[in-house]
């Protein structure tokens, strides 16, 4: 109980708050070593995940397992996911923390202040002082805070109250098909439904926002073929671009209208369906086109099953091949859905009162339009969480993260690892 409660009060202050050069020397490597997928340009995350592995086996975490997807197009052929395990009082529920190891490019070199790949410390202003660097925020401060939250239990022999496993994926940026996906389809025995997943890879200034819940997501493409005409002579033809034009309000209004739901965890609080991408048909004015290609982005609540609404898509589209005598076709260009992460989920109540403990504001859950790692979790009955407090300058220009929100996060991972019940004892 001593043991504990020191550490609760003196050794989370004290080992955390202290932990600013580690900090910068992990954000410093980690940066100068660039895992930009190959999708991207790059050779994908070895190099970063070979020094990360060396480094925690140098400072007592040396329960480490590598987990490689082959990829030809990287460096050595792989693209490398990284476990590091310490050992809980109990296995039966475990914690896992999840950040990822790739980062996008840097992009103009123009905005930059300074060297993307070299990290600088930064103390003016009223930010306070911060790391400049590419990937600094994204997804560093997640992976260099939960680094530094185990090694306070390690360091000090604490034992967490669930076994922690710290998994540090590749290839988030570009879709996770090297990443979580192939560890899931792959090493899918790694999981279990018992499991509570962090994920520090989005949040708000404030640290507010503990994001639960995904809308479902539907990109389509859609291809309509009609009869090429003379622009003289429509009654010869079959206009596949005013059938299509026609489809793309009959799928916004008749979707509209048939999923209206709101659910304020979202903002928009509605499913959206809209046209956006348009191909090219006719070089001319004067042909009636015979083929007209666009796209639809649609962000759906997770109330709604995707083949639900594709069953509304085929009804919608009978009826405007009918009207126009044309063919309409789709395809599939993107597919996601998700439950949410039960708001009263004991996982997140234990990160909303250790966010609570650290940052002394009060939590909210959202949801989002976008997609994370956490929806294929979540489609496992996995309780995952997106969680961090940051300034959300991801893929910017001088991209930074703040000293101050690195050994907070820090402090509210550590939290849960103990576990709140514990909390519970040294306070009473």
Same mark, same amino acid.
């Given at each position: 109980?001593?043991?504990?409660?020191?550490?609760?009060?003196?050794?989370?202050?004290?080992?955390?708050?202290?932990?600013?050069?580690?900090?910068?020397?992990? +954000?410093? +490597?980690?940066?100068?070593?660039?895992?930009?997928?190959?999708?991207?340009?790059?050779e994908g995350e070895i190099d970063k995940c070979e020094f990360l592995e060396s480094w925690l086996m140098a400072h007592g975490i040396t329960r480490l397992e590598r987990f490689d997807a082959p990829d030809?197009?990287?460096?050595?052929?792989?693209?490398?996911?990284?476990?590091?395990?310490?050992?809980?009082?109990?296995?039966?529920?475990?914690? @896992?923390?999840?950040?990822?190891?790739?980062?996008?490019?840097?992009?103009?070199?123009?905005?930059?202040?300074?060297?993307?790949?070299?990290?600088?410390?930064?103390?003016?202003?009223?930010?306070?002082?911060?790391?400049?660097?590419?990937?600094?925020?994204?997804?560093?401060?997640?992976?260099?805070?939960?680094?530094?939250?185990?090694?306070?239990?390690?360091k000090n022999n604490i034992t967490p109250a669930y076994t922690v496993k710290l998994l540090f994926a590749a290839d988030e940026e570009v879709g996770s098909a090297y990443g979580i996906h192939w560890l899931?389809?792959?090493?899918?025995?790694?999981?279990?439904?018992?499991?509570?997943?962090?994920?520090? /890879?989005?949040?708000?200034?404030?640290?507010?926002?503990?994001?639960?819940?995904?809308?479902?997501?539907? @990109?389509?493409?859609?291809?309509?073929?009609?009869?090429?005409?003379?622009?003289?002579?429509?009654?010869?033809?079959?206009?596949?671009?005013?059938?299509?034009?026609?489809?793309?309000?009959?799928?916004?209004?008749?979707?509209?209208?048939?999923?209206?739901?709101?659910?304020?965890?979202?903002?928009?609080?509605?499913?959206?369906?809209?046209?956006?991408?348009?191909?090219?048909?006719?070089?001319?004015?004067?042909?009636?086109?015979? +083929?007209?290609?666009?796209?639809?982005?649609?962000?759906?609540?997770?109330?709604?099953?995707?083949?639900?609404?594709?069953?509304?898509?085929?009804?919608?589209?009978?009826?405007?091949?009918?009207?126009?005598?044309?063919?309409?076709? @789709?395809?599939?260009?993107?597919?996601?859905?998700?439950?949410?992460?039960?708001? /009263?989920?004991?996982?997140?109540?234990?990160?909303?009162?250790?966010?609570? /403990?650290?940052?002394?504001?009060?939590?909210?859950?959202?949801?989002?339009?976008?997609?994370?790692?956490?929806?294929?979790?979540?489609?496992?009955?996995?309780?995952?969480?997106? @969680?961090?407090?940051? /300034?959300?300058?991801?893929?910017?220009?001088? +991209?930074?993260?703040?000293?101050?929100?690195?050994?907070?996060?820090?402090?509210?991972?550590?939290?849960?690892?103990?576990?709140?019940?514990?909390?519970?004892?040294?306070?009473?």
């Amino acid at each position: 109980m001593d043991t504990i409660a020191t550490f609760i009060h003196d050794t989370t202050a004290g080992c955390i708050d202290t932990s600013v050069p580690l900090a910068r020397e992990l +954000e410093t +490597e980690l940066t100068k070593r660039p895992a930009i997928a190959p999708d991207s340009g790059g050779e994908g995350e070895i190099d970063k995940c070979e020094f990360l592995e060396s480094w925690l086996m140098a400072h007592g975490i040396t329960r480490l397992e590598r987990f490689d997807a082959p990829d030809e197009r990287a460096k050595k052929g792989i693209r490398p996911n990284l476990v590091a395990t310490i050992p809980g009082q109990q296995d039966t529920q475990r914690l @896992w923390i999840m950040s990822h190891l790739d980062v996008v490019p840097p992009g103009e070199l123009k905005l930059w202040q300074s060297d993307p790949w070299t990290v600088i410390l930064k103390e003016d202003g009223t930010l306070g002082p911060r790391f400049v660097g590419r990937g600094v925020e994204d997804n560093q401060q997640g992976l260099v805070s939960s680094v530094i939250a185990a090694l306070a239990l390690v360091k000090n022999n604490i034992t967490p109250a669930y076994t922690v496993k710290l998994l540090f994926a590749a290839d988030e940026e570009v879709g996770s098909a090297y990443g979580i996906h192939w560890l899931l389809k792959n090493k899918g025995y790694l999981f279990r439904k018992d499991d509570m997943v962090l994920i520090p /890879d989005g949040g708000d200034p404030n640290g507010e926002s503990i994001e639960i819940a995904e809308k479902n997501l539907l @990109w389509l493409k859609l291809t309509t073929k009609g009869l090429q005409t003379h622009g003289s002579r429509p009654d010869q033809g079959n206009n596949a671009h005013l059938a299509g034009a026609y489809l793309a309000v009959a799928l916004y209004e008749g979707l509209s209208c048939a999923f209206s739901a709101h659910n304020p965890l979202f903002e928009p609080d509605y499913s959206t369906f809209q046209p956006t991408k348009k191909e090219a048909n006719v070089p001319n004015v004067n042909t009636i086109p015979g +083929e007209d290609v666009f796209c639809m982005d649609m962000r759906i609540l997770p109330q709604y099953p995707l083949e639900d609404v594709l069953t509304e898509i085929g009804i919608i589209k009978s009826g405007i091949e009918k009207r126009f005598g044309v063919t309409i076709t @789709w395809e599939i260009l993107q597919r996601s859905e998700s439950p949410a992460t039960p708001e /009263d989920s004991v996982f997140v109540k234990k990160l909303s009162k250790a966010i609570e /403990d650290v940052y002394h504001v009060e939590t909210r859950c959202i949801g989002i339009g976008g997609g994370t790692v956490a929806a294929p979790l979540r489609s496992m009955g996995i309780d995952a969480a997106v @969680w961090s407090r940051i /300034d959300g300058v991801a893929h910017q220009p001088n +991209e930074y993260a703040l000293i101050k929100n690195i050994l907070g996060d820090a402090k509210v991972m550590a939290l849960l690892m103990i576990g709140n019940e514990r909390q519970q004892e040294t306070r009473s």
